[in-house]
């Protein structure tokens, strides 16, 4: 049926619990899929167009797929993920009939949300593309969207860090017309998805989430899990030098080790800063 094997059953390892920062951000999406997604016939009653397309606008590593399974989860709705270039390189002269078979999956799955990750692959701009299949891929996409008109209970979510190149046609009533930002994280951000990311870590006294939360000034979600994950090493390396050493009874990381992992870790901004330059 060109939809091949992705999974429809909502992810169980994923929760609303487990995202930190973001608190207005997913009560806001919330509150735009509840309705559309799990009681449709409310909104046909009112005579309102339920929302179809909602795009999740922020850098890499800021939570928007871990926000959209634990949606799915939240909600207990089913759930189909796709990453942009993956269908493009690896379906290539098929992705058209490929997106077109992931829609008829979430239509028979409803209700179903499903998740595009990097859609600026799948819809430039089509004034500023070359290539014809890539104008026929956003053609595609436009119309299946436009599809959903008669179809209930399936809620597009989109990811981009570069809402820019999206082809403007997307962003019309009925397709794209809802957006959520999500930002860097701001101190108290960092500091609640601290606490998140060291729920199971054996942390010492001299540990303060808040001055390392103080210090990480432009880390993301994904960057202070890539710290939480080297202050474990650091802590590791630190009570067992060598595989033959006696393992202790207690292991803990204490504050050394996270600020040793933050001078390894560099904020994903400040990454993309230097690949522009
Ligand atoms: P990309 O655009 O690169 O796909 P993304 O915005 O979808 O990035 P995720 O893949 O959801 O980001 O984040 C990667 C990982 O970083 C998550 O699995 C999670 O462990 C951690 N993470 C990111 N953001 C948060 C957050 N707000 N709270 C808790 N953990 C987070």
Redesign the pocket.
Known sequence: DGGGSEEVTPPDDASLK?????GEVLKELKELIAIPLKRPDLLAKLGLEPTRGVL?V???????????RALAEELGVNYIALVGPEVISKYYGEAEQRLRGIFDKAAKNAPCIVFI??IDSLAPDRSKVEGEVEKRLVAQLLSLMDGFAQTKGVIVLA?T?RPDHLDPALRRPGRFDREVQ?RV?DRN?RK??LQ??TRSMPLDDSVSLDAIADSAVGF???D??AVCQKAAYSALRRQVPSLESIIPDTMTVNQSDFLQALKEVKPAVLRSVEVES
Request: hydrophobic share 35%.
């Open positions: 487990d995202i930190g920062g973001l999740l922020g850098p890499p590593g800021t939570g928007k797929t871990l926000t959209a990750d990097e990811a860090n999500f994280p951000g609640e998805i998140i990311l993301v979600g994904s202070l899990k």
